[in-house]
Structure formats: structure tokens, C-alpha cells
């Protein structure tokens, strides 16, 4: 079966400009996670959405926000973007009982 | 600060040579995960571990969780160059169901 597809895998921007990012999970899984990655930081838990709603948040700034749609395909996005924000963004999609998620090979986001 | 906390940071081993990687915390997770990861890609699950005391083989990788539900272990036995990655445990939390949150990983080397 398909795996959890992330688009764009790269992607360059320029500080103050937005950005959107796009994460299909794998059919059937109705939970979908985003995490940040950097060296210094590690994985950072950004949101969780499940049908539709946004069940939890992570410690990031109001410039982060993220949406999920009927088909459970999601979104992030990015406002007013800061060289800070450079990092691999990971998707993951998992079923309800959350034994186990499906990570996508995640978008390269630099910032200049 | 951490929630799980993973020793060592980086591990450098010959071919054939055996090794242990640990996660531990002061919080009781409902289930606990191992994850290795290659450069540029998303990370992929390893195993899943969610009975405190749980051992789960998987080949040559051996896995523990503790009694209390608050650590865990992956021992790799004869590793291999193909070992090489940066593993990760992560856990859910009961107060916290839709988050995982990750170790800040250990990064094993295993030289031919």
C-alpha cells in the first residue's frame, strides 16, 4: 500500500514569506502528526489532527498552523517565515490506537 | 528538557560487535516506540512495546521495556555497516494521548 506522501521535498524561501506543506497519510489512518527536525533540537511535536479537529498543539509560535481535511489529507503552513524555521518537516499518519506511525520522507525547508 | 532521555548520544562499533541503547524517563508511557532513521528520510518504526516487562525480538535487535513502564532498551546483537542509522524511542504519555514525543536519539555507527 501507499506510504505517507510529503510534497514538496524541497523547498527554498525567503525570510518573511509563507509557506504551505502537504501530507497525504496512508489510507484508512485518520491521525496525522507534524514534526519538526533540526540538529539542535531534535523532532519537535508541532500538532495532531483527527477528523478535522486539532487535538493537540506543541510549544510552537502562532506563525505555525496546520489544517486537515474531510479525505484526512493535511496541510501546515508557514506565515512570515524566519531562518529559525530552516529544519525537515516530517508527517506521520497512524490508526486511533496510535501503536504505530507511518512517517513520510518529510520536506527540507530552508530559509534565506 | 528532554521527556525521554536516550544514552549514549553517539555510538561507534566494529562489525560483529554487540550494543545496547537506552530511553529512559520519569513518566509512565501507555506505549513506547523505537525508530531508526536515515539521513534525509523520515523515520521508520521499528517495534512498538506496551506491556511493562515486554521483550520483543525482531532478528538481531532485542527490546525492552521496564517493569514500571518508564524505560526501555534496544540491544543490537553482531551488528552490521546496514545497523548504521540514528534510532529514536518515543513515547505517549496517558494524559497526553495524541503526542509522541521523541528521545533526542542515538546516532550508531558500525565500521566494516
Known amino acids: 500500500k501507499a506510504g505517507v506522501t510529503q510534497t514538496p521535498r524541497y523547498l527554498i524561501k525567503t525570510r518573511g514569506q509563507q509557506v504551505t506543506l502537504s501530507c497525504s497519510p496512508i489510507s484508512g489512518h485518520r491521525s496525522v502528526s507534524w514534526y519538526q527536525q533540526t540538529p539542535g533540537q531534535g523532532l519537535q511535536f508541532l500538532f495532531e489532527?483527527?477528523?478535522?479537529?486539532?487535538?493537540n498543539k506543541g510549544n510552537f509560535p502562532g506563525r505555525f498552523s496546520g489544517r486537515q481535511f474531510s479525505n484526512s489529507r493535511s496541510e501546515m503552513n508557514v506565515s512570515t517565515l524566519e531562518l529559525g524555521d530552516s529544519a525537515l518537516y516530517l508527517c506521520?499518519?497512524?490508526?486511533?490506537?496510535?501503536?504505530?506511525?507511518?512517517f513520510g520522507s518529510g520536506t527540507r525547508l530552508t530559509v534565506v | 528538557t528532554q521527556l525521554l532521555e536516550q544514552s549514549p548520544q553517539f555510538l561507534s562499533i566494529q562489525e560483529g560487535e554487540n550494543l545496547t541503547v537506552y530511553c529512559n524517563s520519569s513518566?509512565?508511557?501507555?506505549?513506547l516506540q523505537w525508530y531508526r532513521q536515515e539521513p534525509g528520510e523520515g523515520p521508520v518504526l521499528l517495534v512498538t512495546?506496551?506491556?511493562?516487562?515486554e521483550v520483543k525480538k525482531l532478528k538481531r535487535l532485542t527490546f525492552q521495556f521496564g517493569d514500571a513502564r518508564k524505560d526501555s532498551s534496544l540491544h543490537i546483537t553482531a551488528a552490521q555497516p546496514g545497523d548504521t542509522g540514528l534510532y529514536l524511542c518515543a513515547g505517549v504519555t496517558r494524559s497526553n494521548d495524541y503526542k509522541l514525543s521523541f528521545g533526542a536519539g542515538t546516532t550508531v555507527t558500525v565500521r566494516a
Open positions: 506521520a499518519s497512524s490508526l486511533p490506537d496510535f501503536y504505530g506511525y507511518t
Open positions: 489532527y483527527f477528523s478535522e479537529t486539532q487535538r
Open positions: 512495546v506496551v506491556t511493562g516487562g
Open positions: 513518566s509512565v508511557f501507555s506505549s
